[in-house]
């Protein structure tokens, strides 16, 4: 055996030891970088803790949200104060009713309201944004159009005027705050499709005789979700500031119900009477829940950023 022999045969005994280098994807670097950033982390654990308060809450209570403790009635400003001793953890309503139940309940729906109408938004926005942008030209324009002439109409007049005509419940809540927010979204998947549509893998899958709806649900839209999630990560608390501002007016959530822009609303109205914590508490829950929601959606953006990849 020649000496060049052997040490080839030692290299490759050297190599075969040595352990086999895992690649990196996108995702997991996406997720290492999200996970080292504290406010995002601590922001998704708050989050968390709000979302277990309101699918939890209410088997802590005592009281359930439209039970009145007639007791307090009258006497609320005395007697209605936050106390573990009566079981009203935060107070009573103007009329006697258990804050903590009610906040159970307005966490409830202001968080589907916020999640509901930002999936209705995604889905709408993502399909009309990705079908404009890889089907261009006429198309395209026409569809942008559309957008354009529909932007130009202030989107609370349209949802207010949605809530007199066909009434007001949650569900048409539901459908009038998605199918008013889609349009920003589309512009952004629309964009983004026109940078994709031209490369090499959507080429080639269109040279070997693939469909457009194939390669647009299969190719382009699975090549859009970081930007998606970043969007509908902040589009959330949007949804629940455009529901408590509804709720706010009086046109939103109806009593029973109640929602964060409810109680807000209520307890604004009857802070002159000592009863501040009515205000107090559901106004906590907006804020933190929105400063949460809007970390996060700035980490996963920091994270999901192609330029720091």
Same mark, same amino acid.
């Given at each position: 055996? =020649?000496?060049?022999?052997?040490?080839v045969?030692?290299?490759?005994e050297?190599?075969?030891?040595?352990?086999?280098?895992?690649?990196? /994807?996108?995702?997991?670097?996406a %997720?290492?970088?999200?996970?080292?950033?504290?406010a995002? @982390?601590?922001?998704?654990a708050?989050?968390?803790? $709000?979302?277990?308060?309101?699918?939890?809450?209410?088997? =802590?209570?005592d009281?359930?949200?439209?039970? &009145?403790?007639?007791?307090?009635? #009258?006497?609320?400003?005395?007697?209605?104060?936050?106390?573990?001793?009566?079981?009203? =953890? =935060? #107070?009573?309503?103007?009329? +006697? %009713?258990?804050?903590?139940?009610?906040?159970?309940?307005?966490?409830?729906?202001?968080?589907?309201?916020?999640?509901?109408?930002?999936? &209705?938004?995604?889905?709408? #926005?993502?399909?009309? +944004?990705? @079908? /404009? #942008?890889?089907?261009?030209?006429?198309?395209?324009?026409?569809?942008?159009?559309?957008?354009d002439?529909?932007?130009? $109409?202030?989107?609370?007049?349209?949802?207010?005027?949605?809530?007199?005509?066909?009434? %007001?419940? @949650?569900?048409?809540?539901?459908?009038? &705050?998605?199918?008013i927010?889609w !349009?920003?979204?589309?512009? $952004?998947?629309r964009?983004?499709?026109l940078?994709?549509?031209?490369?090499?893998?959507?080429?080639?899958?269109?040279?070997i005789?693939?469909?457009?709806?194939?390669?647009? !649900?299969?190719?382009?839209?699975p090549n859009?979700?970081?930007?998606?999630?970043?969007?509908?990560?902040?589009?959330?608390?949007?949804? @629940?500031?455009?529901?408590?501002? &509804?709720?706010?007016?009086?046109?939103?959530?109806?009593?029973?119900?109640?929602?964060w822009?409810? !109680?807000?609303?209520?307890?604004a109205?009857?802070?002159?009477?000592?009863v501040?914590?009515q205000?107090?508490?559901?106004?906590?829950?907006f804020?933190?829940?929105?400063?949460?929601?809007?970390f996060?959606g700035?980490?996963?953006?920091?994270a999901?950023?192609?330029?720091?990849?």
């Amino acid at each position: 055996m =020649f000496p060049g022999e052997k040490k080839v045969e030692a290299m490759a005994e050297h190599l075969s030891t040595l352990d086999e280098v895992k690649g990196r /994807s996108l995702w997991g670097d996406a %997720r290492r970088r999200f996970m080292l950033n504290r406010a995002a @982390i601590t922001s998704l654990a708050i989050l968390v803790i $709000i979302v277990l308060f309101s699918l939890l809450g209410a088997h =802590f209570s005592d009281w359930s949200n439209e039970e &009145i403790d007639w007791a307090i009635l #009258g006497m609320v400003a005395e007697k209605g104060q936050p106390s573990l001793e009566s079981g009203h =953890f =935060f #107070g009573a309503d103007e009329m +006697g %009713r258990d804050l903590y139940a009610r906040v159970v309940q307005g966490t409830q729906i202001s968080l589907m309201v916020g999640v509901v109408g930002a999936m &209705i938004a995604v889905i709408v #926005g993502t399909l009309y +944004g990705a @079908i /404009s #942008g890889y089907v261009g030209g006429r198309t395209d324009q026409v569809m942008m159009r559309i957008v354009d002439i529909l932007m130009s $109409i202030p989107y609370m007049f349209v949802l207010i005027l949605l809530l007199v005509v066909f009434g %007001r419940s @949650i569900i048409m809540l539901f459908i009038g &705050i998605g199918l008013i927010s889609w !349009l920003d979204m589309s512009r $952004i998947v629309r964009g983004q499709t026109l940078a994709l549509k031209n490369k090499e893998f959507v080429e080639a899958a269109r040279s070997i005789g693939v469909p457009g709806s194939r390669i647009i !649900l299969r190719h382009i839209i699975p090549n859009l979700l970081g930007v998606v999630v970043v969007y509908a990560t902040l589009l959330v608390p949007n949804m @629940i500031l455009t529901e408590s501002f &509804i709720s706010f007016l009086g046109l939103g959530v109806q009593e029973p119900n109640t929602s964060w822009g409810a !109680l807000i609303s209520e307890g604004a109205g009857t802070i002159q009477y000592g009863v501040e914590w009515q205000l107090l508490f559901p106004l906590a829950f907006f804020v933190v829940s929105l400063f949460c929601f809007y970390f996060i959606g700035d980490g996963l953006r920091d994270a999901l950023d192609p330029k720091d990849r």
